[in-house]
DNA sequence: CTTGTGCCCTGACCGC
DNA sequence: TGCGGTCAGGGCACAA
């Protein structure tokens, strides 16, 4: 569940705890889910820099490895005291320089990644072909073109990774809702106002989310312990048969446009491609401030 | 190229 | 109270 705004709020707490700390020791790995090898390459190194590109989180070394860190679905990383309660599905704990302090990776599902590599293994599996520009500082123009380029529905293309990094189920429908675009639209039949407007979505939704600490639907759990904020200004997401809260249109969900993922829009408000939109609504974005 | 299916995995939830 | 079934979904492999 953690999409961008989620990994940003994690990111954020990593670099004020962990940033500038040495790993001296690991005291436990799993072996289900983090390598041997990872844990040899990270002991009495000191992580200089959090990065994150989507839903990815790049942690780089002094001696120039990355730490990739992927959540998954229920993947949580943070820094605690290390007297702190093991909870269930603790993959990795590791004494850090600062005296008491320790990293943890839970894990639940196992959907998520940590793994250890050097710096060119890291731009091979990472390059621009396999990983697409960070959602929030993708420019309308980038955005344009990529979409341009496939017949694809719009949902799908807009959570491909390699397209642009960071969108998943939850804000992919919470973007279209607010952009006034149906799920199943042909990316590349998107005019320059839709995509203006699709774009303004994405960095608004996702920006707004950040500001509340991420969505808490299931189970996501910042670094620092809190839940987010943003699942109560959930528009769309989760709403099927309610009313619309723009026009009151029911909320439909299908699992259909993704397959197996699903999908809630409203027909009112994100006409099929054909009809014409109706009267817009200055308001219709809905402001997060 | 596209779409669909299934897998990984556990916990929450629902109906009986 | 308990038990089995279903669902959730990020990323990926694979088939059509």
Redesign the pocket.
């Known amino acids: 569940?953690?999409?961008l705004p989620e990994v940003e709020t994690v990111a954020r707490t990593l670099r004020r705890t962990l940033v500038g700390r040495r790993v001296e020791k690991v005291v436990r790995a799993s072996p289900?889910m983090i390598e041997r090898r990872s844990v040899r390459r990270l002991v009495g190194q000191r992580i200089d820099v959090v990065d994150r590109q989507?839903?990815?989180m790049f942690l780089r070394t002094e001696g120039n490895d990355v730490l990739v860190v992927?959540?998954?679905?229920?993947g949580w990383v943070g820094v605690v005291p290390k007297e702190t309660e093991v909870v269930?599905?603790t993959h990795l704990r590791a004494r850090l320089d600062e005296e008491g302090q320790e990293l943890r990776f839970v894990d639940?599902?196992?959907?998520g990644?940590w793994t250890v590599m050097s710096q060119p293994a890291w731009e091979g599996?990472f390059g621009p072909k396999?990983l697409g520009p960070d959602a929030l500082t993708c420019s309308p123009d980038e955005l344009q073109a990529r979409l341009k380029?496939?017949?694809?529905?719009i949902k799908?293309?807009l959570?491909?990774?390699?397209v642009v990094?960071g969108v998943?189920?939850?804000y992919?429908d919470e973007i279209l809702y607010q952009a006034r675009l149906a799920p199943m639209r042909?990316?590349h039949s998107l005019k320059r106002d839709d995509v203006e407007r699709l774009h303004a979505a994405m960095v608004g939704v996702l920006a707004a989310s950040i500001r509340d600490g991420g969505t808490t639907?299931?189970?996501f759990i910042g670094s620092d312990g809190r839940e987010g904020g943003f699942q109560e200004r959930l528009l769309v997401?989760?709403r099927a048969g309610r009313a619309c809260l723009v026009c009151e249109s029911l909320i439909q969900?299908s699992?259909?446009?993704?397959?197996?993922?699903?999908t809630y829009w409203c027909p009112g408000c994100q006409p099929a491609k054909g009809r014409r939109l109706g009267r817009p609504k200055a308001r219709h974005v809905v402001s997060h401030d």
């Open positions: 569940m953690p999409e289900l989507g839903k990815w992927h959540l998954g679905m229920t269930p599905h639940p599902r196992r959907f990644e599996r396999n380029k496939t017949t694809r529905r799908p293309t959570m491909d990774q390699r990094a998943g189920n939850i992919a042909p990316a639907i299931q189970s997401y989760g969900c699992p259909a446009v993704v397959a197996g993922r699903s």
